[in-house]
């Protein structure tokens, strides 16, 4: 590949923007690549997305110079196996809430000794030479009470890249509304304890958003893994405003 892969790129440090894709088919996900973004996560967990939609994917993001990420269905060795064979360059694990759970999510990507996971690429060793097969992007979500009361050991977790909020699933462990409120103190305050961790720790941190404004804001204050769009609310967001300029009341 003629960019540096995903990996390499959080290490670096960089500001990295990318999209959220939930729909199947290589049509959304080519489109929200050649927007120009750096990377475009598939969801596998809520997303109508599943595996066998992964081989089209990958080479419709990749064509247009995004990295192509997957958030998994839950922090399962085999899935995490199945996803890098396909080529992903990252994965965005949910419900991490220990440091043994995101150790666990490190092993399945990497080859024995230092791993659990079976040699056996498929796509994945077409598109990128085998000493970069376990250079893999392992974000870790932080989405429960239990996940920022020890936000600072799972920074510290070998092989963990990223930290990133999933702020609704994290609201609700706080038992605080939905709909998330950014500016909600108790809310605010778990989350400024991830980046705090991550920045300690040298990771790119994020929380997740999926409206240009909120990506924004959240660019602007230093956090180096932003989502900037999302398709299903981008397609929803259109059809409202249209209604609203054609029916205007």
């Known amino acids: 590949m003629s960019r540096a892969g995903l990996a390499a790129r959080l290490r670096a440090g ?13 049509g959304p996900a080519e489109l929200l690549a050649a927007g120009g973004v750096d990377y475009v996560v598939l969801d596998l967990q809520h997303g109508l997305l599943g595996e066998r939609d992964l081989p089209s994917l990958f080479p419709a993001i990749e064509a247009h110079g995004a990295a192509p990420v997957v958030r998994l269905r839950a922090n399962d060795p ?10 992903a360059e990252g994965i965005v694990v949910p419900n991490v809430d220990s440091v043994e759970e995101a150790e666990s999510a490190v092993r399945a990507t990497r080859y024995p000794p230092r791993g659990g996971r079976g040699f056996g690429p498929v796509r994945a060793g077409l598109t990128r030479g085998a000493d970069a097969l376990e250079d893999v992007a392992v974000i870790v979500q932080v989405e429960s009470r239990a996940a920022v009361e020890c936000v600072n050991d799972l920074a510290r977790v070998d092989g963990v890249a990223a930290l990133y ?32 961790a991550a920045d300690a720790a040298g990771l ?16 602007a204050e230093g956090w180096r893994l932003v989502n900037v769009v999302d398709d299903v609310t981008a397609l929803r967001d259109a059809a409202a405003a249209g209604l609203r300029r054609a029916r205007p009341s």
């Not at 960089?14 to 290589?26: F, K």
């Not at 085999?78 to 080529?87: C, E, N, P, S």
């Not at 909020?165 to 103190?185: F, H, T």
């Open 14 to 26: 960089e500001a990295l923007l990318g999209a959220w894709c939930s729909l199947p088919g290589p």
């Open 78 to 87: 085999v899935d995490i196996g199945r996803v890098l064979d396909l080529g």
């Open 165 to 196: 909020v999933g702020p609704w699933d994290l609201s609700v462990s706080l038992g605080r509304p939905v709909p998330p409120s950014l500016a909600d103190p108790e809310l605010a305050e778990a989350i400024f304890r991830v980046r705090v």
């Open 204 to 219: 790119s941190a994020g929380v997740h958003s999926i409206r240009a404004e909120e990506a924004g804001a959240l660019a």
